[in-house]
Each structure stands twice: as structure tokens, then as C-alpha cells.
């Protein structure tokens, strides 16, 4: 009866609500009641100039699976900053509650990359 509210289960059985949304100071997290959560949020990465340097992203929320085998999908996405090119972002290591993001530049400039992370909650 409760479309937003807090989503839990029970053996596998949703049991509260279809649809929770929640912020964190990581980041922001949808779950769904059917075991679907989607993460996202931005990390921020002082490179080293040409050369490749990582940061790492605590999910907002952890998902099932040791070693992130529940993961179905993360991606990187960097955003602008004048002056300078970002050549590579990607990611790396991932665990059921966070992965390395790395980027490539060159610049030391301060990066914020956007990161989503998309998996199973339960």
C-alpha cells in the first residue's frame, strides 16, 4: 500500500515500500522493492599531470555479493573544468560497497567525476 516509503524484505518478499530514495553524504540511492538499487553521486580526484591517479567511492549504499558480484554496472562520467583535458575516467576494484575511480589528465586540476553504480540490493 506504500509506494514511497522505506523498502525492505523478508526472505525475499518486499515487505515495505515499492520505491525509497535516499541521500547520503556519499551520495544519493533508489532502491526498489523487487532488489534493484541504483547509486550515484560524485567523487572528487586531484590528478597528478599526465599521469593516471585514483580516488576511492564509498557507495551510498552497499549492495549484495562479496566482491561487488552483484554489480551489474558502474560507469564514471568527469565533468568540465576549464583549462584542461580529462583523457580517461573509469573505475576499478569494485566491492559490494565501493570501487577506485581513476582519471587520466593534464592538469592537477581538482575533478569531480559523477559516478553510477547500479545493482542489487537483496
Known sequence: ????????QAS????????EHVTTANGR???????TQICWGDVNVTPVANTPTSAPWV???AFTGAGGSDLAI??????????STVLEASFGNPTATGA??????T????TFVRCVAIGRWF
Open 29 to 35: 540511492f533508489t532502491r526498489f522493492a523487487d532488489g
Open 100 to 105: 577506485d575511480i581513476f582519471i587520466y589528465r
Open 107 to 110: 592538469s592537477t586540476t581538482l
Open 12 to 19: 525475499g518478499v518486499p515487505t515495505g515500500g515499492l520505491v
Open 74 to 83: 558502474v560507469v564514471t562520467h568527469n565533468s568540465t573544468v576549464p583549462g
Open 59 to 61: 557507495f551510498p549504499a
Open 1 to 8: 500500500s506504500n509506494i514511497l516509503d522505506y523498502v525492505s
